[in-house]
């Protein structure tokens, strides 16, 4: 049996080489053809030949999907004007090219500060790109495990796609920790109590109010894995984004308020749920929570 590789700890290249079949990924626009940030020179913040995301097309057991990955390890992933348009660009020929699927390896802050009307638009470009996309007939898989979750602007892009897949070690929310305690006080959020931080935004809490579909271990394998078996359930399937999925994702939010609104801990959350010992959730391996909790889960 091989040893897990953990997705976390990967690089965006790394996980494109591992997740897809062996040496299929086919990059557009690579680090060589120095497509860089016309902004960040300006104010002598450091740049990345490739802008801080490969995009490109793979295959995924044979299946040819289109697919970017974005590094968090230039500026947390964060968007700008150059890394947005990449992103747009590949949604634009997946649908141009009638691909199969689009899988997007998302990993950022949200936008960029260093350019933030550029970034804005940029991610809003992104939205409507994505949401064309299955407007199109092109099933939208999004996959969140890596360090700096996903947030603001890519948060939403996230909840946008058909699935979302998370391992524990993933966030996903709106607006990050650090954010909503300079926002509202520490009182409020404390963005230094790490576990509060994982059970508010991490892949557990998640799966649990509906907002990610599947969450799996961090191996890249599993992840590998999930996606395959989200683009087979979503083969003949309408993946457009039609009324109805938004009435019922507004009713889910609405009983969601109702339910849980006065509460100040996701534990107590999941108590309400009446989820079985439910303080020692974030103690369970992936296959122990789901067995715990995957009938109590919300879903629209």
């Given at each position: 049996?091989?040893?897990?590789?953990?997705?976390?700890?990967?690089?965006?290249?790394?996980?494109?080489?591992?997740?897809?079949?062996a040496g299929s990924f086919e990059e557009f626009l690579p680090p060589a053809a120095r497509?860089?940030?016309?902004?960040?020179?300006?104010?002598?913040?450091?740049?990345?030949?490739?802008?801080?995301?490969?995009?490109?097309?793979?295959?995924?057991?044979?299946?040819?999907?289109?697919?970017?990955a974005q590094e968090g390890g230039f500026m947390g992933g964060a968007v700008g004007e150059?890394?947005?348009?990449?992103?747009?660009?590949?949604?634009?020929?997946?649908?141009?090219?009638?691909?199969?699927?689009?899988?997007?390896?998302?990993?950022?802050?949200?936008?960029?500060?260093?350019?933030?009307?550029?970034?804005?638009?940029?991610?809003?470009?992104?939205?409507?790109?994505?949401?064309?996309?299955?407007?199109?007939?092109?099933?939208?898989?999004?996959?969140?495990?890596?360090?700096?979750?996903?947030?603001?602007?890519?948060?939403?892009?996230?909840?946008?796609?058909?699935?979302?897949?998370?391992?524990?070690?993933?966030?996903?929310?709106?607006?990050?920790?650090?954010?909503?305690?300079?926002?509202?006080?520490?009182?409020?959020?404390?963005?230094?109590?790490?576990?509060?931080?994982?059970?508010?935004?991490?892949?557990?809490?998640?799966?649990?109010?509906?907002?990610?579909?599947?969450?799996?271990?961090?191996?890249?394998?599993?992840?590998?894995?999930?996606?395959?078996?989200?683009?087979?359930?979503?083969?003949?399937?309408?993946?457009?984004?039609?009324?109805?999925?938004?009435?019922?994702?507004?009713?889910?939010?609405?009983?969601?308020?109702?339910?849980?609104?006065?509460?100040?801990?996701?534990?107590?959350?999941?108590?309400?749920?009446?989820?079985?010992?439910?303080?020692?959730?974030?103690?369970?391996?992936?296959?122990?929570?789901?067995?715990?909790?995957?009938?109590?889960?919300?879903?629209?």
């Amino acid at each position: 049996m091989s040893r897990p590789v953990s997705y976390q700890e990967a690089t965006a290249r790394e996980r494109l080489q591992q997740l897809f079949d062996a040496g299929s990924f086919e990059e557009f626009l690579p680090p060589a053809a120095r497509v860089i940030s016309p902004h960040l020179g300006q104010l002598n913040a450091p740049v990345a030949f490739d802008d801080g995301v490969a995009v490109g097309r793979a295959r995924l057991n044979g299946l040819t999907v289109y697919t970017a990955a974005q590094e968090g390890g230039f500026m947390g992933g964060a968007v700008g004007e150059v890394h947005g348009a990449k992103l747009v660009g590949l949604l634009r020929r997946a649908v141009q090219d009638q691909a199969a699927a689009l899988v997007l390896l998302v990993e950022s802050g949200g936008v960029r500060l260093h350019e933030a009307n550029a970034g804005l638009i940029a991610v809003s470009e992104v939205m409507r790109a994505l949401l064309d996309a299955r407007a199109a007939g092109v099933p939208v898989i999004v996959l969140v495990g890596g360090a700096n979750g996903a947030f603001g602007g890519m948060g939403i892009v996230a909840r946008c796609a058909n699935v979302v897949i998370m391992s524990e070690e993933g966030r996903l929310a709106m607006s990050g920790p650090e954010v909503i305690e300079t926002a509202s006080g520490v009182e409020e959020y404390d963005a230094r109590d790490r576990a509060l931080v994982w059970r508010t935004s991490g892949g557990k809490h998640r799966y649990l109010m509906g907002d990610c579909q599947q969450i799996v271990a961090d191996d890249i394998a599993a992840f590998r894995a999930a996606a395959t078996q989200a683009i087979t359930n979503l083969t003949g399937q309408t993946v457009e984004l039609t009324l109805a999925a938004l009435e019922a994702e507004q009713q889910m939010l609405s009983e969601r308020i109702t339910r849980f609104g006065s509460l100040k801990d996701p534990v107590e959350i999941w108590s309400a749920m009446q989820i079985p010992d439910a303080a020692n959730l974030p103690m369970l391996d992936v296959d122990s929570f789901i067995a715990t909790a995957s009938t109590r889960r919300l879903e629209a």
